[in-house]
């Protein structure tokens, strides 16, 4: 039987898995005994870097491996992949916003509206984003639309700020060689 701690050490335990380890993650995902180890297991494989192996992830997010009773856990998973391959995260959710919403109902149009925003943020340009979501959900959701909103564009800025300064920061380093 294979056990979380008998995976090859790592740097960190949030450090990315290697295409074996990502199969013996899979496997323990596969096999675990309880919804804790489920969760843990599948989150780690959605740290994949290599953009095969966040396919897989994505195939294994969609597939009926993740059981009913943690559909939930679709639209998580599906979150952590947007740091890393933010575009095949938002192609995904798009191409399966009504199944990854469904586990949410009644609720699935506040999370559209508001929380969509924030957490795919980085695949697309803010007004992109804005127009896609407004299609899907009734008019009186513009406000929580508008918080998700300010959220993506906040982020953004965030973003295009810190790239000025990192940037900067080696700008200064690189004129001092």
């Known amino acids: 039987m ?19 380890e990502f199969e013996q993650l899979h496997a323990l995902a596969k096999s675990a005994k309880n919804e804790t ?4 297991y599948y989150r780690a494989l959605m740290l994949a870097r ?17 059981p009913q009773q943690a559909a939930t856990l679709r639209l ?29 109902q009644p609720f699935g149009p506040l999370y559209l ?3 969509v925003p924030e957490l ?13 979501v407004k299609q899907k959900v009734p008019a009186e959701m513009a406000p929580q639309l508008a918080r998700g ?5 906040y982020k953004h800025a965030e973003q295009a700020l810190m790239r000025k300064a990192a ?3 080696i700008a200064h380093k690189v004129a001092a060689n």
């Open 149 to 153: 909103m300010e959220s993506a564009r």
């Open 76 to 104: 998580e998973l599906l979150a952590l992949l947007t740091d890393e391959h933010p575009q095949l995260a938002w192609d995904t959710f798009t191409k399966n916003a009504d199944a990854l919403l469904e586990p949410f």
């Open 37 to 40: 180890e489920l969760r843990r």
């Open 2 to 20: 294979q056990c979380w701690h008998n995976l090859p050490r790592r740097q960190s335990s949030t450090s990315p898995p290697r295409p074996a």
């Open 120 to 132: 795919f943020w980085r695949a697309l340009p803010p007004e992109q984003m804005e127009s896609w």
């Open 113 to 115: 509206a508001q929380y």
């Open 167 to 169: 940037d900067t920061a």
């Open 50 to 66: 290599d953009p095969a192996l966040a396919a897989q992830a994505v195939s294994i997010v969609m597939s009926e491996e993740i």
